[in-house]
């Protein structure tokens, strides 16, 4: 039971990448989730998250404008569009669901209690 991402590699800054992360072995329907990243060194740290009722969408400062989260239950899937890329946006990029609303939880610290079905990553690297 958890999330497998897709999507990552090596593009250059300002290019863009299309990250996707497949519920297997439950309903995604049920659940607000949320894009994670962390960087080597760093804490991880939380990027967008939607929810599954209204579909209502949180993003972290730094994403506005460039990152936009979407998801479609029927292929148990949740989608991150990344542009205007930058090297600080190199990461591993993982999904996870959400034990409480989408908000802005998600530009504090992230518990990991708080958060369940964690994926193995996918690695985003931006470089020229």
């Known amino acids: 039971v958890q999330f497998v991402e897709s999507g990552g590699g090596l593009v250059q800054p300002g290019g863009s990448l299309s990250l996707s992360c497949v519920a297997s072995?439950?309903?995604?329907?049920?659940?607000?989730v949320g894009w994670f990243r962390q960087a080597p060194g760093k804490e991880r740290e939380g990027v967008s998250c939607?929810?599954?009722?209204?579909?209502?969408?949180y993003y972290v400062d730094s994403m506005k404008g460039r990152f936009t989260i979407s998801r479609d239950n029927a292929k148990k899937t949740v989608y991150l569009q990344m542009n205007s890329l930058k090297p600080e946006d190199t990461a591993v990029y993982y999904c996870?669901?959400?034990?409480?609303?989408?908000?802005?939880?998600?530009?504090?610290?992230?518990?990991?209690?708080?958060?369940?079905?964690w994926g193995q990553g996918t690695q985003v690297t931006v470089s020229s």
């Open positions: 996870a669901v959400l034990t409480s609303p989408c908000g802005s939880k998600l530009s504090g610290t992230i518990y990991y209690y708080e958060y369940d079905y």
């Open positions: 939607i929810n599954n009722i209204d579909g209502g969408t």
């Open positions: 072995g439950f309903t995604l329907d049920y659940y607000a």
